[in-house]
């Protein structure tokens, strides 16, 4: 992290100091950074001139106080609280009272870092993500004192070497990892409840809405050793909020050192380097396919009526369906089996599709079985949906499907940080969006689906599940209730 940051800061211009405790660590960091760019001069991408420019600029520091002529310096060390506060207690004795203090903490409390310093105005958070050169995206975090001319000049620079800062108040995980918190949290609930496996989830997630890696692919990558920890650290850190609640699956994988892809184990297994995924099972056949009948009250049922002639079904449109019809129910939020029971449905026909989405934009249709569901409806519904050769996924009855599910808990837990004033709605959607990869910003996704049918969602899984981890954020009641985008700024 320490070596991302010294080879952008040499790029913009900046005469870079290198120091590290640990003996010739800086200098194998110059060394790597020097290859680093031999290697760009070799592929055509910098010449040999700015290449040597930049080596100039950066030389190691032999003792801290070698640092007393900088402007600024930023601190890329272990994450301890205690650590940073002696570190940055000795810088405040070797540079000059103007010099910005800035640490790259991800998981600390900029606030009680800068609590034990004489000059705690000039400390603020300035988080990078790794590799550096790539996430273009650094978090600004001022402390309960931070002066605002030090997160100003913090900002500035950040342009200077060509990143986008975002600006964040000193909370738990700041704006990526808090916003990051619904990804990885309700998938890991998905999965408790049997509702898919590990596959199934990433495959609806990365075709319906476009996330480049599924939850599971994603931790595997990060690493539980990782990931699980900041789970458990914002939990507490916000006195254990109900939707920051880490999973029992993550905590016992990560003590039996199934901690993903660097050790060849996690959720898949991996075999040099590569993902085994299992492959997914194929339509069913099916010699002669029933009628069938839609709720009155389905999502998009204009759309799913066009959907099901597009694919050829026989509809029927008579107000109760036959005997024999495959029965098709499309909630938001609620589960299945709720449908049938509250619209007097034979729930042995009974299959749930999910059209929270438009069908056209998605790569992959979901249908859900209830616990009553034939087998023989079951097959019936997937082989229909798989027609035209579209992705299908059937999974397990629950409340709200598995996207629902997660992008709802990730567009209200954004919500609510705008609530709190964490950051303002365009500096959360650009954060999530450089920082996490996301095909959009979670406030982004919320205008995509609708606040209304968001607020639906989340309402209609409270009342399934009777977990205050649904419970709709204030912020985003309001919006719903206005009919405002999700992204529009308060006058």
């Known amino acids: 992290m320490g070596r991302g940051i010294a080879q952008m800061a040499a790029q913009a211009g900046s005469t870079v100091v290198m120091y590290d405790v640990q003996a010739g660590a800086a200098d194998a960091a110059l060394a790597t950074l020097q290859s680093t760019w031999q290697t760009l001069v070799n592929k055509g991408k910098l010449d040999a001139a700015a290449m040597a420019g930049y080596v100039d600029r950066v030389r190691v520091a032999q003792a801290l106080n070698d640092l007393a002529p900088c402007d600024l310096v930023v601190e890329a060390i272990v994450e301890r609280l205690d650590v940073k506060q002696r570190l940055f207690g000795e810088l405040e004795g070797v540079v000059g009272p103007d010099c910005v203090l800035a640490t790259n903490t991800s998981s600390l409390s900029v606030t009680a870092i800068a609590a034990a310093l004489k000059r705690p105005g000039q400390l603020a958070g300035y988080h990078f993500f790794n590799p550096v050169p790539l996430m273009r995206v650094v978090e600004v975090i001022a402390g309960l004192k931070t002066e605002a001319s030090v997160c100003q000049r913090l900002t500035d620079y950040t342009r200077q070497f060509g990143h986008t800062p975002v600006s964040a108040q000193d909370t738990p995980g700041f704006i990526v990892n808090h916003a990051g918190r619904g990804y990885g949290t309700e998938a890991l ?30 931790m595997d990558l990060t690493a539980l050793d990782v990931s699980h920890p900041v789970m458990e650290s914002i939990y507490r850190q916000y006195f254990d909020e109900p939707r920051y609640r880490p999973s029992v699956i993550t905590a ?35 010699a002669q396919l029933p009628p069938v009948w839609v709720s009155p009250k389905a999502a998009r049922r204009a759309e799913l009526y066009q959907l099901l002639k597009d694919l050829g079904a026989s509809i029927e449109t008579a107000a109760a369906p036959s005997s024999t019809a495959l029965i098709l129910v499309a909630p938001l939020g609620l589960d299945v089996t709720t449908l049938a029971a509250v619209e007097r449905l034979d729930a042995a026909r009974t299959v749930g599709i999910d059209m929270m989405l438009d069908d056209a934009a998605t790569k992959r249709r979901v249908l859900a079985t209830n616990p009553a569901t034939r087998i023989d409806m079951r097959d019936a519904a997937h082989a229909l949906f798989a027609r035209d050769g579209k992705a299908v996924s059937v999974i397990r009855d629950s409340g709200g499907f598995v996207t629902q599910r997660v992008v709802a808990t990730i567009v209200n837990i954004a919500a609510d940080m705008c609530q709190q004033g964490i950051c303002t709605p365009a500096d959360l959607d650009v954060a999530v969006t450089l920082g996490l990869g996301y095909p959009m910003g979670p406030l982004a996704m919320g205008d995509r689906i609708g606040p209304t049918n968001v607020l639906e969602i989340l309402f209609n899984m409270q009342t399934v599940y009777g977990d205050p981890r649904y419970r709709p954020s204030p912020w985003l009641r309001r919006r719903g209730a206005l009919g405002l985008s999700l992204t529009h700024e308060e006058g």
């Open 189 to 218: 609930r998905v999965a408790g409840e049997r509702v898919a496996d590990f596959a199934t989830i990433d495959r609806i997630l990365k075709d319906q809405m476009g996330f480049r890696l599924g939850p599971f692919e994603l």
């Open 252 to 286: 016992q994988r990560l003590a039996g050192g199934v901690v993903g892809k660097k050790v060849g184990e996690g959720f898949y297994g991996y075999e040099n380097g590569a993902a085994q995924v299992p492959a997914e099972p194929a339509p069913p056949a099916v």
